[in-house]
């Protein structure tokens, strides 16, 4: 059963188009719709990680990073 109720198609999000259009590896491979597994003891192992990043890392818009509301890249280290 699908999570949500499908009502025909759209098209994808400006921030994918853009992304897209600036010729980004992503786009020219196939992807497969699937959700990952993790086993129990993964998850549990990700937890460390997953605080860390969570305290490490200061949530900005895109509008703050880039000046757009939705701008689609790759995670610099700035």
Same mark, same amino acid.
């Given at each position: 059963?699908? +999570?949500? !109720?499908? $009502? ?7 921030? =994918?188009?853009?992304?897209?259009? /600036? ?7 196939? /992807?497969? !719709? /699937? ?11 990700? +937890?460390?990680? !997953?605080? $860390?990043? !969570? ?13 757009? +509301?939705? $701008?689609?890249? =790759?995670?610099?280290?700035?």
């Amino acid at each position: 059963m699908p +999570a949500a !109720n499908v $009502y025909g198609s759209t098209l994808p999000p400006i921030g =994918y188009v853009e992304f897209c259009g /600036r010729g980004e590896e992503e786009c020219s491979s196939p /992807r497969k !719709n /699937r959700t990952p597994a993790a086993h129990r003891c993964e998850v549990g192992s990700a +937890a460390p990680v !997953n605080n $860390y990043v !969570n305290t490490k890392i200061r949530p900005a818009t895109d509008m703050e990073l880039y000046g757009k +509301a939705d $701008y689609w890249t =790759y995670p610099s280290m700035r």
